[in-house]
T-cell receptor, first 107, second 114 residues
Framework: KNEVEQSPQNLTAQEGEFITINCSYS?????LHWLQQHPGGGIVSLFM?????KKHGRLIATINIQEKHSSLHITASHPRDSAVYIC?????????WGAGTKLIIKP | DTAVSQTPKYLVTQMGNDKSIKCEQN?????MYWYKQDSKKFLKIMFS???????INETVPNRFSPKSPDKAHLNLHINSLELGDSAVYFC?????????????FGPGTRLTVL
């Protein structure tokens, strides 16, 4: 079992839908990253959080340390949100990556 | 202005050759990283430098040698390239670190070894 599990692995939705991507981890962490990788390969860091909730535009990230779970939400999804979303946790000075969630938003 | 830049973007070479990938960040960050993304899209840390000092060196063949001439640059030199080295290599940087701050990634270098 991987130390960082993401679900779903693949998600296809219609434009405008509310999107939720989940990340569960089994190790103690000091922080968690959400990253976005576009089809062209570039990686963008979206959030780093260690507690609570962060919001940036239409993106919201939450983390529950007790439950070892984080969610990434996208409101009013748009085709340009189509990308792979990666959860990565910082544990014992290591960055442990999830396998990613491939999101496709159809117009 | 590009925050973290890598050159080249694409690199195609023959087995046995020696090649380098360059990375530069203009963010004034203290820490830089090299990652390898394999065919399954997993990202694996290879090296991390903080203020030109090597602080993370994961299990990577000796053929891979990072060099940091100053804290804005972290280059990756690969000797005797092998087929299994084919991957996308990402450079990243963070203000603090490692692992304590948001990381900013370069566009990646797609290495193909023939």
């Amino acid at each position: 079992k991987n130390e960082v599990e993401q679900s779903p692995q693949n998600l296809t939705a219609q434009e405008g839908e509310f999107i939720t991507i989940n990340c569960s981890y089994s190790v103690g962490i000091s922080a968690l990253h959400w990253l976005q990788q576009h089809p062209g390969g570039g990686i963008v860091s979206l959030f780093m959080l260690s507690s609570g909730k962060k919001k940036h535009g239409r993106l919201i990230a939450t983390i529950n340390i007790q439950e070892k779970h984080s969610s990434l939400h996208i409101t009013a999804s748009h085709p340009r949100d189509s990308a792979v979303y990666i959860c990565a946790v910082i544990s014992n000075y290591q960055l442990i990556w999830g396998a990613g969630t491939k999101l496709i938003i159809k117009p | 202005d590009t925050a973290v830049s890598q050159t080249p973007k694409y690199l195609v070479t023959q087995m046995g050759n020696d090649k380098s990938i360059k990375c530069e960040q203009n963010l004034g960050h203290d820490t830089m990283y090299w990652y390898k993304q394999d065919s399954k899209k997993f990202l694996k840390i290879m090296f991390s430098y903080n203020n030109k000092e090597l602080i993370i060196n994961e299990t990577v063949p000796n053929r891979f040698s990072p060099k940091s001439p100053d804290k804005a640059h972290l280059n990756l030199h690969i000797n005797s390239l092998e087929l299994g080295d084919s991957a996308v290599y990402f450079c990243a940087s963070s203000q603090a670190g490692p692992w304590t701050d948001t990381q900013y990634f370069g566009p990646g270098t797609r290495l193909t070894v023939l």
